[in-house]
């Protein structure tokens, strides 16, 4: 195959729709819970699935190229240090837009599709960099905060919201929530429901994304009951 054709080949895959972000939920009224109690997993069945999809072959040459390059545009770069300052979130979004060396690029005939990180994830406090950054090299990649109490979200309801409505007021367009683990735990699913609902709505405009922690749920049941509530409470 030609460069040429490579890169052809390449382009359709990164300019397929399903990389392009859909508007936020808004939408979630209150829902009937009390199919949740019967859910069960059957968990023999899980890990003989887990096995298969290791044992696949794996995509090569130019189609393994493609997956790669199109795994790049789904990442959000993310700092999360307690170190962070303005200068790590510059380099950061600096990353985040020239994610992979242009003679790499030249080589698959992808220098000019502009290809970026979906996002920059920065903790709320950082935001206004990541902003400030982004709008000086001239790139409108979105920027993502974690909130909720990130990364416990054992925090008093209200500071949690509050900590989204500031995020997002500081110009962050996708919120990475995460939920409380002991109302999974002790099985309080209308109060995980109700707390994401109030989450979605603090978002307004902002996508939201809901980290579920799930090797601190305890059951893949849980894990499936927790995945199914975000997503009945307006999770994106």
């Known amino acids: 195959m030609s460069a040429h054709n490579r890169g052809t080949e390449l382009a359709r ?41 290791q044992a696949r072959r794996t995509v090569k040459k130019e189609w393994q190229a493609a997956w790669l390059l199109k795994a790049v545009t789904f990442i959000d770069l993310t700092t999360l240090s307690g170190d962070d300052t303005s200068s790590n979130i510059q ?14 690029l030249k080589a698959l005939n992808m220098h000019d599709k502009g290809i970026t990180t979906a996002a920059v994830c ?40 509050e ?12 919120i990475d929530v995460v939920i409380n683990r002991s109302l999974v735990l002790t099985g309080q699913w209308e109060a995980l429901y109700d707390e994401i609902r109030q989450f979605r709505k603090a978002c307004g405009e902002a ?5 579920l922690a799930t090797g601190e749920l305890g059951t893949l049941t849980n894990v499936y ?6 997503m009945m409470a307006g999770s994106d």
């Open 163 to 174: 900590e989204i409505r500031l995020a997002v007021e500081d110009g962050a367009t996708e």
């Open 91 to 104: 380099r950061l979004c600096y990353k985040a837009k020239y994610p992979i060396r242009e003679d790499l």
């Open 13 to 53: 895959w990164l300019e397929n729709p399903t990389t392009q972000k859909t508007k936020p939920k808004t939408n979630n009224p209150q829902a009937d819970l009390s199919w949740i109690s019967k859910i069960q997993v059957n968990h023999p069945a899980v890990l003989r699935r887990a096995e298969q999809i």
């Open 122 to 161: 920065v903790y709320p406090a950082r935001v206004c960099d990541a902003v400030k950054a982004l709008k000086a090299a001239g790139c409108n990649i979105p920027v993502a905060s974690v909130a909720a109490g990130f990364p416990a979200g054992q925090t008093h309801l209200k500071t949690r919201l």
């Open 225 to 230: 009951k927790a995945s199914m509530i975000a």
């Open 207 to 211: 996508h939201l994304k809901t980290i």
